[in-house]
């Protein structure tokens, strides 16, 4: 694949307090609103539009939790390969999910082609569904014992 479909980002460690510092800042203005100034720009100050800056807490709150993030381009299209390594299950389980059309899929060549965005949607439905059914294991345990808990 020639497209850059990762941008990854590593912050030095020394730059961790003012990440921590502009995340807070982002968190406690929030509700009011932000605005970010550029010395020398042409504009005095841009506000910030709410969706931009839930995205730049996100990846704030990442960078200060781990120093790191990775912003992935989800138009991008990948193969069974790489689609396994993001859904954490074999090539092989991978292909049978898509020849059940659990996944949206092309064939190119006699290759199957996924849009990540695909993917990744369905990696977090699998991921709710799988925290469900421990959930109703857990509820089924207590009905069982008849403890309520």
Known sequence: ???????????????????EALRLALRDSAMRGVHLTVPGGEADSVAVPPATTAILRD?????AATGQATVLDDDSEI????????????????????????I????????????????????DTEAME??????????TDEATRGDGG
């Open 1 to 19: 694949m020639s497209e850059e479909i990762a941008l990854h980002h590593r912050i030095p460690d020394d730059e961790r307090p003012a990440v």
């Open 59 to 63: 990846v704030l709150d990442l960078l």
């Open 79 to 102: 193969g069974v390969e790489e689609a396994a390594r993001l859904v954490q299950t074999p090539p092989a389980m991978l292909l049978h999910r898509l020849e059940i059309g659990d």
């Open 104 to 123: 949206p899929h092309r064939l190119v060549d006699g290759s199957y082609v996924l849009r990540l965005s695909d993917v990744l949607a369905f990696r």
């Open 130 to 139: 799988r925290r469900a059914l421990v959930e109703l294991g857990i509820l």
